[in-house]
């Protein structure tokens, strides 16, 4: 009986430590494990991250609850400007969400090569040349830290613009390493699938680690 009590009391303290970060956060799952590198060094692979819907506690100069790095440069998210976000590539739920920085707001048939940051748009010349350029739709521009150019660019970019519909929460705060548990428990054969890391380096996050 003190055994079945253990446990009882023991899954009733995570249920109830999970109900009061959903309660906060507004997101479920309300913590991903960082499963690639290229949000280094401010979120490193292995991070568990707590992540927050994105209209809660929105920052200055905000588009739909997130404030892009080009929007406010002295709003600092992860020791750089701007929020960082998770999102849905391509609004696709059964892909892995993908976590990286709000770059830019653009509007639906914008030209933004002009406001493009050179050093991230690759070898294009012109808005011809970006395959989301003009924009499809309004949305963010998004980049890892760690990589050289924004996700919607490239001949297989990771995502269009990213619709506000696809963005999951803006990340608030990371406990370094903590998230290895998590991602250790997959690749010893968990029943959940395992997310792979995107070709093109993107960080991805493991939407179903929830502390």
């Not at 914008?110 to 949305?139: Q, V």
Request: charged share 20%.
């Amino acid at each position: 009986m003190v055994y079945v009590t253990d446990i009882v009391s023991s899954a009733g303290s995570v249920l109830l430590v999970g109900a009061l970060l959903f309660a906060i956060s507004g997101v479920w799952p309300p913590l991903v494990a960082i499963e690639s590198p290229s949000m280094d060094p401010h979120i490193k692979e292995g991070d568990l991250v707590f992540v927050m819907e994105e209209k809660r506690f929105s920052g200055p100069g905000d588009h739909h609850g997130v404030v892009t790095a080009a929007s406010d440069d002295s709003y600092r998210k992860f020791q750089r400007p701007g929020d960082v976000i998770v999102y849905q590539p391509d609004g696709n739920g059964r892909q892995t969400p993908i976590i990286h920085r709000a770059m830019l707001w653009v509007e639906e048939d914008e030209n933004w090569y002009d406001r493009a940051n050179e050093n991230y748009i690759g070898s294009a010349d012109s808005c011809e040349e970006l395959t989301s350029c003009p924009a499809d739709h309004t949305g963010f521009i998004t980049k890892g830290d760690n990589n050289g150019r924004y996700d919607q660019v490239g001949s297989s970019p990771i995502s269009e613009p990213v619709k506000p519909g696809w963005v999951v929460g803006t990340a608030e705060l990371r406990v370094p390493l903590l998230g290895q548990v998590r991602l250790q428990w997959n690749q010893a054969g968990a029943t959940e699938p395992v997310a792979t890391t995107n070709e093109t380096g993107s960080t991805a996050v493991n939407a179903t680690a929830a502390g």
